[in-house]
């Protein structure tokens, strides 16, 4: 009887009492996907309170040659010595593409990425008319590491950020 009693025992400890390994995989990837919005929460927050305070911020802006067919502009905007967002236009004669990086202490935390693209090119006697319109938002976590990306609106699978990280433009 005891013997019985005793392996038991052996038994329940090798097995384990409370949480399995399943359950204790499952909230943890419960508390990342926690943790992920509410990054993502506080980084629309903060971009909210940024566009915000836009009209009051001091704001350099500066022509950039060279990156794209007709060139384009960088303003950046920023409260004392930190740049809180930049704003870099690409002009080309068949679209343009424009990109916002908010930042905090030089780190971007949000970017978004909004690539136009005209029905033929930039003309002095005609309009312009938009054939497509395509916008990427990256959040990064303070690692710098892409923890959701948002094309159009929609979620794009976690196995494609790390070869999109390297190609977010963070200047």
């Known amino acids: 009887m005891r013997a019985v009693l005793l392996l ?22 419960e508390q990342v996907v926690n943790d992920t919005l509410e990054i993502v929460r506080q980084r629309n927050e903060y971009k909210s309170l940024v566009d915000s305070m836009k009209g009051n911020l001091k704001s350099v802006q500066r022509d950039i040659h060279g990156q794209s067919a007709e060139g384009g502009t960088i303003e950046s905007f920023y409260d004392q010595s930190d740049t809180l967002k930049k704003e870099i236009v690409y002009y080309g004669e068949t679209g343009k593409r424009i990109i916002q990086v908010y930042q905090k202490q030089g780190n971007p935390l949000l970017v978004e990425d909004t690539d136009i693209s005209y ?53």
């Open 8 to 29: 038991n025992l052996v038994l329940l400890s090798l097995v384990g009492c409370g949480e399995t390994n399943q359950q204790k995989t499952k909230t943890q990837a």
């Open 119 to 171: 029905k033929e090119p930039i003309s002095a006697e005609k309009d312009i008319e938009i054939s497509s319109c395509v916008t990427d938002v990256y959040f990064l976590d303070d690692k710098q590491h892409l923890i959701q990306w948002l094309k159009d609106g929609r979620e794009i699978p976690e196995s494609q950020y790390k070869e999109q990280e390297k190609k977010i433009i963070m200047e």
